[in-house]
C-alpha cells in the first residue's frame, strides 16, 4: 500500500516538473490570436512556404508530415536544423529572409500538433546543456536562472516561461513579424548583455539541439504567437 | 446662476464630448459639428501585454439602411506620434456596422472612436488602454 | 506582391450577414524606427484598401501607422449574388497589393 503512495507522489511531482509550452503563460489575446488561422499573421509565413515548397522541393520531396519532430538532429556526427538542412540546397536563402522563415514554418507547420521527438546520441547533448547552465553576459545569468528555477514568476510586468522552442518559427509581437529559435536565443542573451552567437554557429546548434531535447514531448505550435 | 442653467451645465458635464471638435484631426472631418457620445462602442482589452498589436473592434448602433447608415468610422489614438489611425468607410452594402482590427499604441492612452452617419451627425466612443513594456531589452 | 489570407464562408443565403476578415503580410513601417547603425527606416505602411462585391465597393479604408503589422481587417457585408470578393491595396511606396476570394450565394 505505501509502494503506491509512493509512485503516486512520485507522478504528482513528476506532473510538477512536467514541460509547459510557453503559450500557457501568454495573454489571453495572444493564445486568442495563435488559435485563429484566419487572423494569426504567421499563417501568411507557412503559405508562402507552401508556394515555396512546391517550386523548389516537392519535385524531390514528399510530405513533410512529422518531420518537424526530429529536429535538430544529428547527421554524418553534425548537428543540423531545417535551417541548416535547406541551406545546403538553396545556400541562397539567408537566415532570417522571408524565403527561408517561410519554408522552415511550413515545414514545422506540417507537424502542428504532434510531439517533439528529438532522439540525438547523448555525447552530442553535452555541450548544449553546459551552455544552458552556464553564466554568461554582463547580467551573469544562465538560461537556468529564468526559464529552470524562476518559470512561472515575474520579470516587470512579464511572466517567465520555460522558454520552449516547440512554437518556432514564432511571430513575435516585439518582431512585428516571423522569427526563428535563433533569433530568439539572440535577444535573449542581448538581454543579458552577452556576446550573441552568429546565426548557425555551432555553439547556436548546440543550444538548439539541447532545447529541443529538453522540450520533448511538447506539441509543435508553429505558427505560434508570442509577445 | 440660476437653477436651470446650473443643472444645464451639470448635465454638460455629464455627457461631455470625448475629445474636443476643435481639435483640428476632428474639426478635419467633423468642420465643427458636435460630436455626441454614443451609438458606437469600442471593444478592448483594458490592459495589452504588447503596444505593437492590440486587438479592437468598433461597432456602431445602426440598421444600416440606404436612408441611415454608417458612413465611416474615424480611430484616433490620442496618445500615439501619429495620432489618426484608420477611417473605415462603410455603407448599406456592409448590413453590420462593425470593423475589427489590430492597432499600435505607443503606451497607455485612449483610444477614440467617432462615427459618421448618413444623416450628417457624428458619434463617438473612448477607451482606455493600459499598455505594458517588454521585461528585457530585445536588440532583434 | 504582398501575400494575403481572406477568411470568410464559401457561401450564404441571399441576405445574410457574411464577416469577412483578410490578414496581409507588410510591415506598415512606421518610419520612427531605426537601424542599429542610426539611420531612420523610411515609412512605409498601407494607405489605402478597398474591397469590391460584385464591382461596386462595400469597404474601404484609410490606414495609417497605426495600425498594426501585417494588417488585419475584419469587416461585413450583405450576401447579395454569388461573385468575387476583390481586395486592392496601395502603400506609400506605391506598392500595389490584391487579393480574391469567391462568394456563393444561394436563394
Redesign the interface.
Given at each position: 500500500m505505501k509502494k503506491y503512495f509512493v509512485l503516486a507522489a512520485l507522478i504528482a511531482c513528476a506532473a510538477e516538473a512536467q514541460n509547459r509550452s510557453g503559450l500557457e503563460f501568454a495573454?489571453?489575446?495572444?493564445r486568442?490570436?495563435q488559435a485563429s488561422?484566419?487572423?494569426?499573421?504567421g499563417?501568411?509565413?507557412v503559405?508562402?512556404g507552401a508556394k515555396l515548397f512546391a517550386q523548389h522541393c516537392a519535385s524531390c520531396h514528399a510530405s513533410m508530415k512529422g518531420v518537424a519532430t526530429r529536429y535538430p538532429a544529428v547527421e554524418k556526427g553534425k548537428i543540423v536544423t531545417l535551417e541548416t538542412k535547406i541551406r545546403e540546397k538553396m545556400p541562397a536563402l539567408a537566415y532570417e529572409s522571408d524565403e527561408l522563415l517561410a519554408l522552415t514554418s511550413y515545414i514545422a507547420h506540417e507537424s502542428r500538433g504532434m510531439p517533439l521527438k528529438v532522439n540525438p546520441p547523448p555525447d552530442k547533448l553535452e555541450a548544449g546543456k553546459k551552455a544552458y547552465y552556464q553564466r554568461r553576459g554582463q547580467m551573469n545569468l544562465a538560461c537556468a536562472h529564468c526559464h529552470e528555477q524562476n518559470w512561472g514568476k515575474r520579470?516587470?510586468?512579464?511572466t517567465l516561461s520555460q522558454g520552449q522552442p516547440n512554437g518556432y518559427p514564432t511571430?513575435r509581437?516585439?518582431?512585428?513579424?516571423m522569427g526563428s529559435l535563433e533569433?530568439r536565443i539572440?535577444?535573449?542573451m542581448?538581454?543579458l548583455h552577452a556576446a550573441l552567437p552568429p546565426y548557425g554557429s555551432e555553439a547556436m546548434l548546440e543550444l538548439e539541439l539541447f532545447l529541443a531535447w529538453r522540450a520533448n514531448g511538447l506539441p509543435i505550435e508553429t505558427p505560434a504567437v508570442r509577445? | 446662476m440660476k437653477r436651470r442653467d446650473f443643472i444645464g451645465s451639470l448635465t454638460a458635464l455629464a455627457v461631455s464630448p470625448h475629445i474636443s471638435t476643435t481639435d483640428p484631426l476632428v474639426y478635419s472631418f467633423t468642420k465643427g459639428k458636435p460630436v455626441r457620445p454614443g451609438r458606437v462602442s469600442i471593444e478592448i482589452a483594458p490592459l495589452a501585454e504588447n503596444g505593437h498589436s492590440v486587438a479592437m473592434t468598433v461597432k456602431v448602433d445602426s440598421p444600416m439602411t440606404a436612408s441611415d447608415h454608417v458612413r465611416a468610422v474615424h480611430l484616433i489614438a490620442e496618445r500615439n506620434p501619429v495620432r489618426d489611425m484608420a477611417v473605415f468607410y462603410l455603407g448599406p452594402d456592409c448590413g453590420h456596422a462593425e470593423v475589427g482590427s489590430r492597432i499600435r499604441l505607443n503606451g497607455s492612452q485612449r483610444v477614440v472612436a467617432i462615427a459618421e452617419l448618413s444623416d450628417g451627425s457624428f458619434w463617438s466612443d473612448a477607451a482606455y488602454v493600459e499598455v505594458r513594456e517588454a521585461a528585457c531589452t530585445d536588440g532583434g | 506582391m504582398a501575400l494575403a489570407r481572406i477568411d470568410l464562408p464559401r457561401e450564404a443565403r441571399r441576405g445574410e450577414l457574411v464577416e469577412v476578415r483578410i490578414v496581409i503580410q507588410h510591415p506598415m513601417e512606421t518610419g520612427f524606427r531605426r537601424e542599429p547603425q542610426g539611420e531612420r527606416i523610411q515609412r512605409n505602411a498601407i494607405h489605402s484598401l478597398v474591397c469590391r462585391y460584385n464591382g461596386a465597393e462595400v469597404f474601404r479604408a484609410t490606414l495609417s501607422t497605426g495600425i498594426a503589422a501585417n494588417p488585419f481587417l475584419r469587416f461585413f457585408l450583405r450576401a447579395a449574388r454569388s461573385g468575387d470578393l476583390d481586395f486592392w491595396w496601395l502603400d506609400d511606396d506605391d506598392v500595389q497589393g490584391a487579393a480574391k476570394a469567391h462568394l456563393v450565394v444561394s436563394a
Open positions: 495573454s489571453e489575446e495572444i486568442r490570436l488561422d484566419a487572423e494569426n499573421p499563417m501568411l509565413w503559405d508562402q520579470l516587470g510586468a512579464e511571430y509581437l516585439e518582431w512585428q513579424k533569433r539572440r535577444a535573449c542581448f538581454g509577445r | - | -
